[in-house]
C-alpha cells in the first residue's frame, strides 16, 4: 500500500483526544453506577468493554490504520470481558509487513492510546507472524483464540481467524494447556485455600474456568457452558454450577479492582475485612465477617477444584480414548481401564449408595491402580446426595469407612478424594462445618479442614520407611503402637468444634466420643481417641511453657496422661499437629522439647515419680561423669559447684552443667564477661552461655544485643551465684535459614563481652534504629495482649504469661520493665507461633506483694505489648 493511501486530513466533526477521553472516563463512571445499582458482573465487563471499543474507534478517525490492517481485541478483551483495571490487549493485524512511514504513523497511534487513559498491551503483526508466534508460546496461542474485531478489514481477521484454528492441534493444544495449569497450581501450592488466594490465578479460581473453555474450544465443543453441555461433555447442572462459579469470581474481581482503584486480583488480608463490608456480611459472635467471606470464597473455589478436575478427565477422555475392551473386572462393579477405576453402570451409585465408600476403599487395595476415570468421578460427584442420615446409619458404610482408616496405603489420598467430591463432608457432617474455615490466628497457614488432613498425612508418614529418617522417634513409637489407625481418627476430630464458640476441645471430644460408639469402637479405643481430642494440646502447652526440669511439672503431667500408650499416641498426634499449623512455626527446638517431655514423662510413668532428691543425684552423678571424661579434676570442679546452689543443678540438666562448668572452673571470679556459644538442635540453633557480674539490667541488655543479630530466643535460663554472678543461658535460632552459625557463634562470643561492658559495637551501631513494618496478616488480624501474673504453686515466685503479635526487639522491650520494676528473672519460655508470641517467665520481686506495685507492673508490661497494635494499626 502507497503512502499516500494513508488519510491525513481529519474532520472538524473528529473529537479530540482529550474529548475521547472524557467520554470514556463518563462512560465508566456510568457503568460502574449501574453496577453498584443492580450487581450484574456481565454488564459490567460488556459496557466496560463496549466503551472502550467506542473510544478505540474514535481514536482511529484521528489515527487510521492502513487499508490493509485491522484493529482487534485479544486475550480477555478480545472475550469481551473488561475489568475496572485490566489491561486492554490489542493487536494490530497486517496483511503484510508495514512500510517506514506506516510504521512511524501506527506508532503515534499506540502512543496516543496512553493519552487515553488505556493501559495498552499491544502487538503489530502479521498473519504468518502469529502463526509463528503460536506455535512457539501456548500463552500466545490461547490470546489469539480469542481474537474479536474492533475496526479496520474485516475480511483481514476472518481470514486470520481461519488459519488460526485450521493449524490447531486440539491434542496438542489439550496437553501444553494442562501442562501449563499445573505448572499453575505449584506456583500457587496446588492448593485453593492460601491465605491471601489470587482469585483470578489460584488453583480453583477465574483461570481454570478459562482453561476449561479453552480446551473445549479447541476440541470443537463450543466455547460458552451451555454450547459445552450441549456437545456432552458437561452436564445441564454442572454448566450451570459452573456458570455461577464464574459470575461469583467476576464479581469478587470486580470489587478488588474498584475497593484499590488497581488492577488487583489477590484477597489480602487489608482487603478481605473491607470485601465483606462490601458483600454485607454480617460477623457472628465466634466469626469475623472477613472469615465468612473468605469460608464462602473457598467453598466456590472448591467447586471449581472439583469440577475442573472431573471436565479435565472428561476432556481427556474425548480426545484420548480407551477403548472399554481394556478393562478388566475387579469386581461385580468396578474395572481397571488402565489404570483408572472405571464403572459400566452411570447409576450405579444412586442404585446402591454403599458402593460409595467402597469405590474409595477399592482404590486403596489396588496399588495398580492411581485414580478413577472421568465416569466414575461425575457418577460420584452426582450421586453425592446419597449420603445422607440413612447412609450414615448403615452398618455396611461404618465398617467401609473404618476400613479406608485402617488400610495400608492411600489413606491420605482417599480422604482428600473423598473431601474434593463431597463425600468425607456429607459423611462426617460436623466437619462439613468447618470446610474452608479460616483460622486469623497469625499461625494456620491452612483451613481447617485442610490442616486436619495435613495432620493425618503426617502421621502416615511416621508409618512409612522412606520417611523414617525425617522424625526416627515417632517412626519408631507408631510402629509399636498398637491399632495405630486410631491415630487418624483423633486428627480428623482435634479441630472439628473449630468456630462454634466455647472449648473447641471440649466439644471436639463430644463428637469424636458420638462416632466412636456408632461405629463400634471398644472402650478401650474410645477412651483413647476422646482423651486424644480433648487433651490434643496439652502437651505442647506444657513443653513450651512449664519448666520441663521442675519434677512436679513431670509429676503433674503424667498423672494426667495416665498411661504409656496414651503418652505416646498423644506425643504423635502433638508432632503431626504443630508440624501441620505451619512451616513457620515448627522448629528443631521445639521438637526437642516435646522429645524431652516424653522422655521424662515415659520415665515417671514406668514406676515412682521422681523425687527433687532423686533428680539432683542423678544429675550431679551424670555432670560428674562427663566432666571426668574430659580431664577435669575433682577439685577444679568441685570448686566451681561450691558457687552454685541446688536450684541451679535442677535447671539445667547434666550435659549442660558439664559444658558450664568446663569453660568456668578456671575463672569463677572474672573481671570481663565470658561468653561461650555452641550448637544445639541438631545444628539448626545455638546456646549462649553469659557469667557476669550480676546488674539489673542483665537480661534486657542480652535480648536487645540477640534481637539486634536477628537471633529468636527460644529459651532462657537465669541463674545468680552464690557469689553475685549470673550465669545465664539461651537458646536462640537465626531468623534467616542462611545464616552461617559457625562465623556467627564466633563472633557473638568476642562481640557481646564488649557489649556489656558498653563499648562501641560499630557492627551493632547501624541496626539500632532498625524498624520492622508489620506482616499484612498481623496488621489485618493483630493478636489482642493478654497479660497474666500469678503466684507460683510455691509461693515464692510469681508466672508472669504474656500474649501479643511479634515484633524485633519485644522481648528487650519487656526485660527493660522488669528492669524499671526491680523484678528478677528465674527462667523464661519464650514461644513463637508464626506471628503471635507467648512467652512465661518465672519472676520474683518483693513489690509484686503489693497489690497496688501488681498492678503498675501488669499495666506497664500490656502498654509495652500495645506498641505493637500502634505499629500494626
Not at 471436565?311 to 483408572?340: C, H, I, M, W
Not at 482404590?363 to 449420603?387: C, F, N, Y
Not at 506483694?849 to 505493637?868: G, K, S
Request: proline share 4%; glycine share 4%; charged share 25%.
Amino acid at each position: 500500500m502507497s503512502v499516500s493511501a494513508i488519510p491525513t486530513v481529519v474532520s472538524s466533526s473528529v473529537r479530540t483526544v482529550a474529548q475521547i477521553r472524557d467520554d470514556l472516563k463518563q462512560s465508566r463512571e456510568t457503568a460502574i453506577a449501574a453496577y453498584r445499582e443492580r450487581g450484574n458482573a456481565d454488564r459490567l465487563l460488556h459496557d466496560l468493554r463496549r466503551a472502550t471499543d467506542e473510544a478505540l474507534r474514535a481514536l482511529l478517525r484521528l489515527h487510521p490504520l492502513p487499508r490493509h490492517a485491522a484493529l482487534t481485541a485479544v486475550g480477555g478483551y478480545g472475550r469481551g470481558e473488561l475489568y475496572p483495571y485490566s489491561d486492554v490487549d490489542l493487536l494490530i493485524l497486517l496483511s503484510q509487513a508495514p512500510t517506514q512511514q506506516e510504521e512511524s504513523l501506527l506508532g503515534e497511534l499506540v502512543a496516543s492510546l496512553w493519552d487515553l487513559g488505556i493501559e495498552p498491551g499491544y502487538s503489530v503483526r502479521t498473519i504468518d507472524q502469529c502463526l509463528e508466534e503460536a506455535r512457539a508460546d501456548i500463552t500466545v496461542e490461547t490470546s489469539l483464540l480469542e481474537t474479536r474485531y474492533i475496526a479496520g478489514r474485516r475480511s483481514l481477521v476472518k481470514q486470520f481467524d481461519k488459519t488460526m484454528f485450521a493449524q490447531l492441534d486440539a491434542r496438542a493444544f489439550f496437553r501444553a494447556k494442562l501442562a501449563e495449569m499445573r505448572q499453575r497450581h505449584v506456583r500457587f501450592q496446588e492448593t485453593p485455600y492460601a491465605l491471601e488466594p489470587n482469585c483470578k490465578e489460584s488453583p480453583g479460581g477465574l483461570r481454570d474456568l478459562q482453561v476449561i473453555r479453552w480446551m473445549a474450544r479447541a476440541a470443537g465443543f463450543g466455547s460458552s457452558w451451555a454450547q459445552i453441555a450441549r456437545s456432552g461433555v458437561l452436564t445441564n447442572q454442572e454448566a450451570r454450577d459452573l456458570r455461577r462459579a464464574e459470575l461469583a469470581f467476576k464479581r469478587l474481581r470486580i470489587e478488588l479492582h474498584l475497593l484499590t482503584n488497581r488492577r488487583e486480583d489477590r484477597l489480602l488480608f487489608d482487603l478481605q475485612h473491607s470485601l465483606a463490608q462490601a458483600y454485607r456480611i454480617q460477623p457472628k459472635t465466634t466469626r469475623r465477617a472477613s472469615e465468612i467471606l473468605m469460608q464462602r470464597y473457598y467453598w466456590a473455589a472448591r467447586l471449581v477444584t472439583q469440577l475442573n478436575t472431573v471436565l479435565v478427565e472428561s476432556l481427556q477422555a474425548e480426545l484420548f480414548p480407551v477403548g472399554r475392551d481394556k478393562a478388566v473386572a475387579l469386581d461385580t462393579y468396578f474395572y481397571n481401564l488402565q489404570g483408572r477405576l472405571d464403572i459400566d453402570d452411570d447409576q450405579v451409585f444412586n442404585k446402591q449408595p454403599e458402593l460409595l465408600l467402597k469405590a474409595f476403599l477399592i482404590v486403596q487395595q489396588h496399588p495398580e491402580i492411581t485414580g478413577m476415570s472421568p465416569r466414575t468421578l461425575r457418577a460420584i460427584w452426582h450421586a453425592r446426595w446419597r449420603v445422607d442420615a440413612r447412609f450414615r446409619q448403615n452398618p455396611v458404610n461404618k465398617q467401609a469407612f473404618l476400613s479406608i482408616l485402617q488400610q495400608p496405603q492411600g489413606i491420605v489420598h482417599a480422604l482428600r478424594r473423598m473431601t474434593m467430591l463431597n463425600i468425607l463432608p456429607r459423611y462426617l457432617p460436623v466437619f462439613r462445618r468447618v470446610v474452608g474455615q479460616m483460622q486469623h490466628d497469625l499461625f494456620h497457614v491452612y483451613t481447617v479442614d485442610q490442616h486436619t488432613l495435613q495432620v493425618v498425612r503426617n502421621l502416615r508418614r511416621f508409618t512409612m520407611p522412606e520417611h523414617a529418617q525425617e522424625y526416627p522417634l515417632c517412626s519408631k513409637l507408631i510402629a509399636n503402637l498398637d491399632r495405630h489407625w486410631l491415630l487418624y481418627v483423633a486428627a480428623l476430630f482435634h479441630d472439628i468444634a473449630k468456630g462454634r464458640g466455647g472449648d473447641h476441645s471440649e466439644l471436639g471430644a463430644v463428637d469424636v466420643r458420638k462416632f466412636a460408639r456408632e461405629h463400634g469402637l471398644a472402650e478401650e479405643d474410645t477412651d483413647l481417641v476422646v482423651f486424644l481430642v480433648r487433651n490434643h494440646l496439652l502437651m505442647s502447652q506444657v513443653a513450651q511453657k512449664q519448666d520441663l526440669s521442675n519434677p512436679a511439672v513431670i509429676d503433674t503431667f503424667a498423672r494426667k496422661i495416665g498411661s504409656s500408650r496414651r503418652l505416646t499416641a498423644l506425643y504423635l498426634l502433638t508432632v503431626a499437629d504443630i508440624r501441620g499449623t505451619s512451616p513457620k512455626v515448627w522448629n528443631a527446638w521445639k521438637g526437642k522439647l516435646l522429645e524431652d517431655l516424653f522422655y521424662l514423662a515415659r520415665a515417671a510413668l514406668g514406676g515412682q515419680p521422681e523425687t527433687t532428691n532423686t533428680v539432683l543425684q542423678q544429675r550431679i552423678a551424670e555432670a560428674t561423669r562427663l566432666t571426668r571424661l574430659s580431664g577435669l579434676l575433682d577439685e577444679s570442679r568441685e570448686n566451681f559447684w561450691r558457687t552454685l546452689d541446688v536450684a541451679y543443678f535442677l535447671r539445667h540438666d547434666a550435659p549442660d552443667i558439664a559444658w558450664h562448668t568446663r569453660n568456668l572452673h578456671f575463672r569463677i571470679s572474672p573481671a570481663e564477661p565470658v561468653v561461650k556459644v555452641r550448637p544445639v538442635i541438631g545444628g539448626e540453633g545455638m546456646q549462649i552461655m553469659v557469667y557476669t557480674n550480676d546488674q539489673s539490667d542483665l537480661f534486657a541488655r542480652i535480648c536487645t544485643y540477640l534481637g539486634r543479630r536477628k537471633l529468636d530466643v527460644q529459651d532462657a535460663r537465669i541463674h545468680t551465684t552464690r557469689h553475685g554472678y549470673a550465669l545465664d543461658s539461651f537458646v536462640v535460632l537465626p531468623t534467616s535459614g542462611e545464616t552461617d552459625l559457625r562465623s556467627l557463634s564466633t563472633l557473638i562470643e568476642h562481640e557481646l563481652p564488649d557489649y556489656l561492658l558498653g563499648r562501641e559495637v560499630k557492627a551493632l551501631k547501624t541496626r539500632s534504629g532498625m524498624t520492622h513494618r508489620p506482616s499484612r496478616l498481623s496488621r489485618a488480624f493483630p493478636v489482642d495482649p493478654i497479660v497474666e501474673l500469678r503466684p507460683d504453686e510455691g509461693g515464692q515466685h510469681w508466672r508472669l504469661a504474656i500474649v501479643a503479635t511479634d515484633r524485633p526487639g519485644l522481648l528487650a522491650e519487656v526485660a527493660n520493665v522488669f528492669v524499671e520494676f526491680n523484678v528478677s528473672i528465674e527462667t523464661a519460655k519464650v514461644m513463637t507461633l508464626g506471628e503471635r508470641v507467648e512467652d512465661v517467665f518465672i519472676i520474683s520481686s518483693e513489690q509484686l506483694t503489693q497489690p497496688r506495685i501488681q498492678r503498675q507492673f501488669e499495666r506497664a508490661i500490656f502498654n509495652t505489648l500495645c506498641v505493637e497494635q500502634s505499629h500494626v494499626a
